[in-house]
């Protein structure tokens, strides 16, 4: 029974895992061969993991590519976690003077963990507006607003992240600790 409860645990997990890879990827359709790669699994554990998710409806498959991309279901989820955060309704009327006063986007973000993502925006009324997309993951050293987050973590919370591994977001992201550093001190 124990073996049998960690399998499910395990098979809950890998499907998880690909959820979320989904919503980090820089291109929203993926191959099997992508998702295989990326996970370090194999492509009939992909297979079986994409069918099941298909199945509730979390991911569709695009005939013509043979690729896969986020599904209804997945929307639902993120609606239904949006729906629920408080601090958006806190912050709408600040947005919205922000906006108003700055003729600029204003935006909000939550930090999750060693990323943010943007959970809403006011755009100004104009034809050209800078946009985001909500709910894509940032990691807490590249932007202004991932710096932000960075800079008032506690001292301990900066080291342990600036020793990680920091990935390229744009040709002029910051990737070691010690640039990132000095970009958040100004130092």
Request: aromatic residues 6%; without cysteine.
């Amino acid at each position: 029974m124990v073996e049998s409860t960690s399998q499910t645990i395990a098979t809950v997990e890998r499907a998880a895992d690909v959820l979320l890879l989904f919503a980090k990827a820089n291109h929203p359709h993926l191959g099997v061969t992508d998702i295989a790669e990326e996970l370090s699994l194999s492509k009939a554990a992909v297979h079986r993991i994409l069918a099941s998710l298909r199945s509730r409806g979390f991911i569709d498959l695009i005939e013509e590519s043979r690729r896969y991309q986020l599904g209804s279901a997945a929307l639902s989820l993120g609606i239904s976690y949006l729906s629920r955060i408080d601090v958006r309704q806190i912050a709408a009327p600040e947005l919205q003077q922000l906006s108003l006063a700055s003729s600029e986007t204003a935006t909000l973000s939550i930090r999750t963990g060693d990323e943010r993502i943007y959970v809403d925006q006011i755009r100004p009324e104009r034809e050209i507006v800078m946009s985001v997309p909500i709910g894509v993951p940032y990691p807490l050293h590249a932007g202004g607003s991932s710096k932000a987050f960075l800079a008032f973590l506690t001292p301990d919370e900066q080291a342990k992240y600036l020793a990680t591994q920091m990935g390229q977001v744009t040709d002029k992201t910051i990737t070691d600790g010690f640039g990132a550093w000095n970009d958040i001190t100004g130092s």
